[in-house]
């Protein structure tokens, strides 16, 4: 089951953790990354609604890099994706805020992952705990 990891430097003791799988955030990120290849994915088209509709800068959320390292350009990007706490804090609370909103097309896009607004909550609390010490903070994945 694929897994997102966050990871703070200097470390942040006692970080919240993930609620439940972290799969769906694995999903989510990666579909809207895949926005710009023209994914028509149900989670790719609500990362379009929320930029283009909500306004809300996906580009903290969707800086993330795969934790298998099989050649040293995988450890350059895996070292390149270390980002600010602060800026990705703020893309959370947005993104979580839009969930709840109780927007129709929102809900229907995503349907299919009950769990991701509850995710990106437990993701939003991480995020501000290390924005409260100014960590930096890396997004990683594990398929």
């Known amino acids: 089951?694929?897994?997102?990891?966050?990871?703070?430097?200097?470390?942040?003791?006692?970080?919240?953790?993930?609620?439940?799988?972290?799969?769906?955030?694995?999903?989510?990120?990666?579909?809207?990354?895949?926005?710009?290849?023209?994914?028509?994915?149900?989670l790719s088209q609500l990362a379009l609604l929320l930029r283009r509709d909500r306004k809300i800068d996906l580009a903290p959320l969707t800086t993330f890099a795969d934790r298998d390292i099989e050649v040293?350009?995988?450890?350059?990007?895996?070292?390149?994706?270390?980002?600010?706490?602060?800026?990705?804090?703020?893309?959370?609370?947005?993104v979580v805020d839009a969930l709840g909103s109780g927007d129709a097309r929102i809900g229907e896009l995503s349907a299919d992952a009950p769990e991701l607004g509850a995710r990106l909550d437990d993701l939003r609390q991480m995020a501000e705990q290390a924005a409260v010490g100014n960590a930096r903070v890396r997004l990683s994945f594990e398929l």
């Open 1 to 42: 089951m694929p897994r997102l990891f966050f990871e703070t430097d200097p470390p942040v003791a006692g970080l919240h953790e993930f609620g439940g799988h972290s799969d769906v955030l694995v999903y989510f990120l990666s579909l809207a990354f895949s926005t710009r290849y023209g994914s028509v994915h149900p």
């Open 72 to 94: 040293e350009a995988d450890q350059v990007e895996f070292d390149r994706v270390w980002q600010d706490a602060a800026p990705l804090a703020e893309t959370l609370r947005k």
